[in-house]
């Protein structure tokens, strides 16, 4: 089954680590040397049978996104 989604973000990566709550699966997913974590229903996770080193593309649907940097500090001389 092919879907298409109206969402531009998408990454491909691999499941390196589940951690399976009550009702909620915390996913973590390497794309490259960064790792993105995502918390999808418990439900969701097992009809999906995931399961590590499965492949999988994290689509990211966002308004906005933040950066943040951390200021230099200006050493006098």
């Not at 298409?4 to 691999?14: C, K, M, Q, V």
Request: no cysteine.
């Amino acid at each position: 089954m092919h879907m298409t989604l109206a969402a531009r973000n998408r990454l491909e990566g691999e499941v390196v680590e589940i951690q399976f709550g009550g009702v909620m699966a915390h996913v973590v997913v390497r794309v490259g040397k960064n790792l993105i974590e995502s918390v999808i229903t418990k439900r969701s996770a097992d009809e999906m049978k995931l399961k590590v080193r499965d492949k999988v593309s994290a689509v990211i649907k966002s308004t906005e996104v933040m950066l943040q940097k951390e200021r230099t500090r200006l050493t006098h001389t």
